[in-house]
């Protein structure tokens, strides 16, 4: 008898499995074991999930209801979650390796993004403009209608809920479909929408693999709406689907952070933080600092700082509480990293210290690379791993430039004490969020994307509200 747990597909309010009764076995990518199974979502049961979420928003009642109603159920839903949220970060520490304090960080995260967005769709109903010429126009924000969402492995629940609580809280129907190798803690949030008494077919869940689960709802002319997070290939690959029927795309893609340590830093803070940046979360994160540039003044002071504070990462389970650094979330992602961490020292580049595990591990610990040329693939694409590659730069007009080199502009961070600097650097860096003596700190009401290859458009607050709505605008006369 096999005791793996298994994860169905959650449509109409009802976990099932797949028409054809296929699956996928889910790894734990720590103990390299499989200890789950999932529905294999095919083109029937995309088909399945998006006849729901369109009769939802079609009929059901969820659109028309009244405002705080919806708010009401998105609460209680969050309230569920808080509950089960150490059932919640267990799944994706297991179906992951992310460290379990990390994991309850991300549970924490989104919760409040149901609640963040339960409120906002209250508090920001719309606009009213009185004209010269006697009339008076106000804006609506009506619901688009079905929304796919495809989200990432790397935040499992957390980049899921993002996509979810803003199109749900303004009276859209969605289907998400998590990544292939993190279906768990999104079958649970299905569940748990059941149970918080969302109307069937409001908060669909479609597991499966990208094609033909994701592509089948990206192609599909009944969504209105499509927002991905993954990778700059497959973004272009999902806006040309959706393109077919012209539904609006939000692409939240790769990155390339680059991290700016001037010589005027708080170097505790820019060490603590540059650690953060690339070895959070095994460096599976868009946003991740992978370029450094450090002050020249300050560099060797700087790394032997930096290096001693990535040697010091408590590496190992990712359910012992000491645990800081873990193993990454699959064989496959765990192949690609190591071929670039093998190709350093081809490409002239030194690796400082850390370089793939030779335990037999899916595990790469944490890495600083020097001397890579510029072009050399390491240095320029995105690794998606504990790979730090870092640079010494003489002044501020090279940095800036050096930053800026690149195919994606999601991120930057820069350290400084100098206030003036800090205000001219940020707004000369091409990213869309750019931190200054911090990292990973995010304001649900302000925009959320990247610029070039690093995605298409802007989430968070009025954004949110503008990808997930039509917004109308109402003339009236009101004097003859
Ligand atoms: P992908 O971009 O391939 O996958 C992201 C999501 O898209 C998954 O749910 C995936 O499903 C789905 N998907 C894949 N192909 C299609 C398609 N044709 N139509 C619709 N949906 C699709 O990322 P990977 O997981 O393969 O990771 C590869 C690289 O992407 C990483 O190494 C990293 O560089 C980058 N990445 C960036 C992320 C970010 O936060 N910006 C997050 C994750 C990855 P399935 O998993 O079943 O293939």
């Known amino acids: 008898m096999s005791e793996r747990q298994f994860f169905g597909h959650v449509i109409d309010g009802?976990?099932?499995?797949?028409?054809?009764?296929?699956?996928f076995e889910v790894w734990n990518p720590w103990t390299r074991e499989v200890w789950a199974e999932a529905a294999e979502g095919s083109a029937a049961d995309a088909d399945r999930a998006v006849a729901s979420a369109r009769r939802a928003f079609d009929e059901g009642p969820w659109p028309r209801m009244a405002r705080a109603e919806r708010a009401a159920a998105m609460r209680r839903l969050a309230d569920l979650m808080e509950e089960r949220a150490d059932d919640l970060a267990w799944l994706d520490t297991t179906n992951m390796a992310k460290p379990f304090a990390q994991a309850q960080h991300d549970v924490a995260r989104s919760v409040w993004n149901f609640r963040f967005f339960a409120d906002h769709q209250r508090d920001h109903t719309g606009e009213v403009y009185p004209m010269d010429s006697g009339h008076h126009t106000y804006s609506e924000y009506g619901?688009?209608?079905?929304?796919?969402?495809?989200?990432p492995w790397n935040f499992p629940l957390m980049m899921a809920t993002w996509k979810v609580a803003p199109a749900i809280a303004w009276g859209n129907t969605c289907i998400i479909k998590p990544s292939e190798d993190t279906p768990a803690s999104v079958t649970l949030l299905g569940r748990l929408a059941a149970e918080a008494g969302l109307p069937p077919g409001v908060l669909n869940v479609l597991n499966g693999h990208g094609s033909p689960a994701g592509s089948s709802l990206t192609a599909d002319d009944r969504v209105d709406?499509?927002?991905?997070?993954?990778s700059s290939a497959t973004g272009r690959a999902v806006m040309a689907s959706a393109s077919s029927h012209l539904a609006p795309v939000s692409l939240e893609l790769g990155g390339k952070g680059a991290n700016i340590v001037f010589e005027d830093a708080d170097l505790d803070n820019a060490v603590h933080?540059?650690?953060?940046?690339?070895?959070?979360?095994?460096?599976q994160i868009c946003l991740a600092g992978s370029r450094l540039f450090v002050a020249s003044g300050i560099y060797d002071e700087f790394m032997d700082r930096f290096v001693a504070a990535a040697e010091a990462l408590t590496i190992g389970d990712p359910f012992d509480p000491a645990t800081k650094f873990s193993s990454l979330a699959s064989r496959k992602h765990f192949d690609k990293v190591s071929s670039y961490v093998d190709s350093v020292p081809l490409d002239g580049g030194k690796v400082l210290t850390g370089g793939v595990d030779d335990e037999g591990r899916w595990l790469v610990r944490p890495t600083i690379v020097t001397d890579l040329p510029v072009t050399?693939?390491?240095?320029?694409?995105?690794i998606f791993g504990p790979v730090c590659v870092v640079n010494r730069f003489e002044d501020e007009g090279e940095v800036v430039a050096l930053?800026?080199?690149?195919?994606?502009?999601?991120?930057?961070?820069?350290?400084?004490?100098?206030?003036?600097?800090?205000?001219?650097?940020?707004?000369?860096l091409?990213?869309?969020?750019?931190?200054v003596n911090c990292f990973f700190i995010r304001d649900l009401r302000t925009p959320f994307g990247g610029v070039g290859d690093s995605g298409v458009g802007r989430e968070g607050g009025n954004f949110s509200r503008e990808f997930f709505t039509e917004p109308k605008a109402v003339v009236m006369q009101i004097r003859r």
């Open 376 to 382: 050399a693939p390491a240095y320029c694409e995105e």
């Open 14 to 23: 009802e976990e099932v499995p797949s028409t054809d009764g296929a699956t």
């Open 273 to 283: 933080w540059a650690v953060e940046a690339i070895f959070r979360n095994s460096g």
């Open 143 to 151: 619901p688009a209608g079905v929304v796919a969402a495809i989200s």
């Open 403 to 428: 930053a800026n080199d690149t195919r994606f502009g999601l991120n930057a961070m820069l350290f400084t004490e100098n206030l003036s600097r800090a205000h001219r650097v940020a707004s000369q």
């Open 225 to 230: 709406r499509v927002t991905f997070t993954g």
């Open 430 to 435: 091409r990213a869309g969020t750019v931190w």
